[in-house]
């Protein structure tokens, strides 16, 4: 599975942006997006189950962001609103197999490059 992860960029406090994840490969995957801001550790902030149609968030992010698959086009989509300057971050997708560990990233088997979002106040 081959992830790239794209949408990011500069946007104002209040605004919104959608990052994209598209897969290649196969695609039967759970897909979550986590986050690094400098000089932090990688927070989780959505996963989407994909076989069980349910949807996880980050207490951080709830209400804000929401995360969306398209299987025709392979795609994961990261839905953010209502932006903050402490959402600004390098966001990356990843993919793994299983059930159970969608908010734990070391559970993922598959990464993106990351995309860099970032919120000015």
């Known amino acids: 599975v081959q992830l790239q992860a794209s949408g990011g960029g500069l946007v104002q406090a209040g605004g919104s942006l959608r990052l994209s994840c598209a897969a290649s490969g196969r695609t039967r995957y759970a897909v979550g997006w986590f986050r690094q801001a400098p000089g932090k550790e990688r927070e989780f902030v959505a996963a989407?189950?994909?076989?069980?149609?349910?949807?996880y968030y980050a207490d951080s992010v709830k209400g804000r962001f929401t995360i969306s698959r398209d299987n025709a086009k392979n795609t994961v989509y990261l839905q953010m609103n209502s932006l903050k300057p402490e959402d600004t971050a390098v966001y990356y997708c990843?993919?793994?197999?299983?059930?159970?560990?969608?908010?734990?990233?070391?559970?993922?088997?598959?990464w993106g490059q990351g995309t860099l979002v970032t919120v000015s106040s």
């Open positions: 990843a993919a793994k197999v299983g059930y159970s560990d969608y908010e734990t990233w070391i559970a993922y088997d598959y």
């Open positions: 989407d189950s994909w076989s069980r149609g349910r949807t």
